[in-house]
């Protein structure tokens, strides 16, 4: 089994960061990619930013410059860093890791960005 536990959410006012991460753990093998989606009141699940095992990155045109992906093999750990933050990334925060196996998420982490 894979578990992914998410940890850095939280209330913050517009314009302001957070550092989001998620913790990998259990039978993990090979990684393909893991990645961040988020889903907001009312809204479809949506993705915000990949990276792949060869660390190429890509994000939602509405997070671009904003927030960067990054990973720390060693760690099992991918973060997400959230910089300028708006209103609009109000949103729950799941954690996605596509392994040789299957896919797996997160539990959730709650970010709500404050007007």
């Known amino acids: 089994q894979v578990q992914l536990v998410e940890s850095g959410g939280g209330l913050v006012q517009a314009g302001g960061s957070l550092r989001l991460s998620c913790a990998a753990s259990?039978?993990?093998?090979?990684?393909?990619?893991m990645g961040w989606y988020r889903q907001a009141p009312g809204k479809q699940r949506e993705l915000v930013a990949n990276?792949?095992?060869?660390?190429?990155?890509n994000y939602a045109d509405s997070v671009k410059g904003r927030f960067t992906i990054s990973r720390d093999n060693a760690k099992n750990t991918v973060y997400l860093q959230m910089n300028s933050l708006k209103f609009e990334d109000t949103a729950v925060y799941y954690c996605?890791?596509?392994?040789?196996?299957?896919?797996?998420w997160g539990q959730g982490t709650q970010v709500t960005v404050s007007s």
């Open positions: 990276i792949t095992s060869g660390r190429n990155t």
């Open positions: 996605n890791l596509i392994g040789i196996r299957g896919n797996y």
């Open positions: 259990g039978s993990i093998f090979s990684i393909a990619a």
